[in-house]
Each structure stands twice: as C-alpha cells, then as structure tokens.
C-alpha cells in the first residue's frame, strides 16, 4: 500500500509542477521525508498525508483508490488482516483505509495500529472533524493543550483544526477506528 500511495503522491505532485519542496513544506515534513515516502520506504501519519492531499487539490481517499465499488462498499476482515500484515516495521503508526473504492464519499474511515512510544514528534491540524473510537489498548489524545486517556470502547469527536496527537498510551499497542471528515 505504501509504494502505491508514494507513487500516486508523486504524480499528482509532477502533474502539478509542484516541487518536492513545496509539497513537503505544505505537508509538514522534510523533503528527505517525502522523497522516501514517494520511494514507498516510509509511510505518512494522517495529518500530513491529509495536508498533502489538500496541496494537491484531490480528496484524501484519491491516494489510495484502485478500483471504484457500487454501494454498499463492504470490507471483510480477511482483507483488513492482509493489508495490517502488509505493513513496514518501525512505522509509527500503521492505517488500514476502510473507505478504499467507495465512490463519491466525504468520510474517510481508518483501522489503525498506534504503537508504544512511536507517536509523531509534533501535534498536527487540518481543516475537518475527526472520531475515534478504541479497539483495544490504550490511547493518549493531545487535543490543544488538553490532554485524554482513552481505553477500550471510549471515544471522542473533535473539530481537527485544533493541533491534536493520538499515540499509544503506556508499554502496549492500541488499535483505533478513526474517521476524518476533510472538507473539499
């Protein structure tokens, strides 16, 4: 998934004459950053993949369509398995898109694995709303300069213009559905 998403990035990014500086800047990032997700040998936390699309002009969910579904868009376990074990070890956070294929939708859904210690150094914001629900595990949400632990069942909604982190919290991984609303 990484290697397709780094390449779907770039070409929009050369369609655009964009330079590689201008997105990263725009996405928050460094331009070694990018230049190694375009390679597909790292992988973009939400927020400046969210940032990227929005420099980009496209919808977030443009990065990682391969083929457009008729409604209901159904994803089975067995393929969210595949994509979880798909994944780069040492990423910070890993992120299955739920969504992928479902033609004309303004929600982006997220599985997601955080885990210990591997949270993005910085808060990210962007336009939109976010919800998360936790799987298992534990989940700290710095949202402003307040700061929730979350565990199994709880959730949260929040307006995603407001700097705001989700890590996992304490020595175990956590999983979370997310789902990000940016608007267009």
Do not use: W
């Not at 770039?10 to 964009?18: G, K, Q, T």
């Not at 040998?41 to 391969?66: C, N, Q, W, Y």
């Not at 949202?143 to 890590?167: C, F, R, T, W």
Request: aromatic letters at 8%.
């Amino acid at each position: 998934m990484d290697a397709r998403i780094g390449e779907r990035i770039r070409r929009y990014r050369e369609a655009r004459e964009m330079s590689p500086e201008d997105l990263a800047r725009a996405a928050g990032i460094t331009p070694l950053e990018l230049a190694d997700v375009e390679a597909g040998e790292e992988s973009l936390a939400i927020g400046p993949l969210v940032k990227a699309a929005r420099a980009l002009g496209v919808r977030l969910g443009t990065f990682m369509d391969d083929v457009q579904t008729e409604d209901p868009h159904i994803m089975r376990a067995e393929t969210i398995e595949a994509q979880r074990a798909d994944r780069n070890p040492g990423e910070k956070q890993a992120y299955v898109p739920l969504g992928q294929g479902k033609a004309d939708r303004n929600m982006e859904p997220f599985f997601m694995e955080l885990f210990p210690g591997q949270g993005p150094a910085e808060l990210s914001s962007h336009e939109g709303e976010e919800f998360i629900i936790v799987v298992c595990g534990k989940v700290r949400l710095t949202y402003g300069k307040q700061e929730h632990i979350l565990s199994k069942g709880d959730s949260m909604y929040y307006n995603s213009v407001v700097p705001h982190q989700v890590a996992a919290y304490g020595d175990e991984p956590a999983q979370i559905h997310a789902v990000i609303y940016v608007p267009f």
